[in-house]
């Protein structure tokens, strides 16, 4: 019964930035590890980042420096701050508990252009 809904995507020219939301409803959100992940077309899902219940943060080499992951336990709703944007940025995000076995969301996409 937990849903995730991811929002905040959009269209932004490379160099931009762009903000990210998740809101979880049905789980109990303060006690769990929360991820950010992306595909891109033609390419398997991979992990972006995660943020733990300390507060936490762990990056993928790939963003490390550009992206900012946060949560807000009180609004169960986790955040990607994406600066300093790149083509290779582009991709569908999700977010999700990861091991968890929660279904996905649908995700928000995210078109960085040159």
């Known amino acids: 019964q937990v849903q995730l809904v991811e929002s905040g995507g959009g269209l932004v020219q490379a160099g931009g930035s762009l903000r990210l939301s998740c809101a979880a409803s049905?789980?109990?959100?303060?006690?769990?590890?929360v991820g950010w992940y992306r595909q891109a077309p033609g390419k398997e899902r991979e992990w972006v980042a995660t943020?733990?219940?300390?507060?936490?943060?762990f990056y993928a080499d790939s963003v490390k420096g550009r992206f900012t992951i946060s949560r807000d336990n009180a609004k169960n709703t986790a955040y990607l701050q994406m600066n300093s944007l790149k083509p290779e940025d582009t991709a569908v995000y999700y977010c999700?508990?990861?091991?968890?076995?929660?279904?996905w969301g649908q995700g928000t996409q995210v078109t960085v252009s040159s």
């Open positions: 049905g789980s109990i959100f303060s006690i769990k590890v």
């Open positions: 943020i733990n219940t300390s507060s936490k943060a």
């Open positions: 999700n508990f990861p091991t968890s076995g929660v279904p």
